[in-house]
Nanobody
Framework: QVQLVESGGGLAQAGGSLRLSCAAS????????MAWFRQAPGKEREFVAT????????YYADSVKGRFTISRDYAKNTVYLQMNTLKPEDTAIYYC??????????????????WGQGTQVTVSS
């Protein structure tokens, strides 16, 4: 399994921006679909965005579409989540996830078999 380490979380004001990073270990980064999920206090973990192995396909949850952008850098084995126009309801722990089995990237927790430890994002109003 690939090892994933998130960074870039922190405190932001509503309307502001943050960029999350997820560094993946190993030399097989290009064989994984990558995704971001989040979990707010008292709520279930939910899908945020995913990007295919090739980087050619991306998909977003409706709640973040038009505000968040997922991308990946193969030279750095890193996937990013650029978050703009942040809202207080974006406050959550954000998790990076990887999947090497499915033909296409999924949007469910069970579609991913490797997870990072998470990074906290807090948006103040």
């Amino acid at each position: 399994q690939v090892q994933l380490v998130e960074s870039g979380g922190g405190l932001a004001q509503a309307g502001g921006s943050l960029r999350l990073s997820c560094a993946a270990s190993g030399r097989t980064f290009s064989t994984y679909h990558m995704a971001w999920f989040r979990q707010a206090p008292g709520k279930e973990r939910e899908f945020v965005a995913t990007i295919s192995k090739s980087g050619g396909s991306t998909y977003y949850a409706d709640s973040v579409k038009g505000r968040f952008t997922i991308s990946r850098d193969y030279a750095k084995n890193t996937v990013y989540l650029q978050m703009n126009t942040l809202k207080p309801e974006d406050t959550a722990i954000y998790y990076c996830a990887a999947d090497s089995w499915r033909p296409r990237p999924g949007v469910y927790i069970q579609d991913y078999n490797s997870w990072g430890q998470g990074t906290q994002v807090t948006v103040s109003s």
